[in-house]
C-alpha cells in the first residue's frame, strides 16, 4: 500500500517538475515529453486504482465505532435549505464582484491614489457571502 502512494507522489513530482521546466522558458518541450507525460499520468491512473482496490479491504475489515444516526427526509431538505443561502450569496457575491472588480482596476490605472476607495468597494459587494454564511451559521444553530 505504501509503495503505491510513494509511487502516485513520485508521479506527482515528475509532473511539477515538467511544468517547471516548461514555464522556464523552453518554448517547444523535446518530442519524448510528451511521451513521459502520457506514461506518468498512466501510471498514476493505476496506481490510484490500486489504492482504491486494495484500501477498500481495509476499510471493510475495520469495526463500526458508533452507530450511525438516520437522517430523516425533513431533516436532509432542512440542511439543504441550510446550505442555499450561502451557494446563492456566493453567487450574488461574484456577479457584483465582476464588475466592481473591473471597474476598480481601471479606476486604479488611472489614478492610483483611489486604491483604498476600491477597496472598500470591493468589501461591499464581498460582505454579501459574509451575510449568507452568517445566516446559514445561525440557521445551522436553530436544527
Avoid: D
Avoid at 450561502?86 to 472588480?101: D, N, Q
Avoid at 464581498?126 to 445551522?140: D, F, P, Q, R, T
Wanted: one cysteine or more; glycine letters at 14%; hydrophobic letters at 60%.
Amino acid at each position: 500500500m505504501s509503495i503505491l502512494a510513494a509511487l502516485m507522489g513520485l508521479c506527482v513530482v515528475g509532473l511539477i517538475a515538467m511544468g517547471a521546466y516548461l514555464e522556464l522558458g523552453h518554448k517547444a518541450p523535446p518530442p519524448w515529453l510528451k511521451n513521459g507525460v502520457l506514461a506518468n499520468l498512466l501510471v498514476f491512473a493505476l496506481a490510484l486504482a490500486g489504492l482504491l482496490f486494495l484500501g477498500v479491504e481495509q476499510v471493510m475489515a475495520q469495526e463500526v465505532a458508533a452507530p450511525v444516526r438516520e437522517i430523516s427526509l425533513g431533516h436532509g431538505l432542512a440542511l439543504l435549505g441550510i446550505g442555499l443561502p450561502t451557494g446563492l450569496a456566493a453567487i450574488a457575491a461574484a456577479m457584483a464582484l465582476g464588475p466592481v472588480g473591473s471597474a476598480a482596476l481601471a479606476v486604479i490605472a488611472e489614478k492610483p491614489e483611489m486604491f483604498g476607495r476600491t477597496l472598500v468597494y470591493l468589501g461591499l459587494a464581498e460582505g454579501i457571502a459574509i451575510y449568507g454564511l452568517v445566516m446559514s451559521i445561525l440557521m445551522l444553530g436553530k436544527l
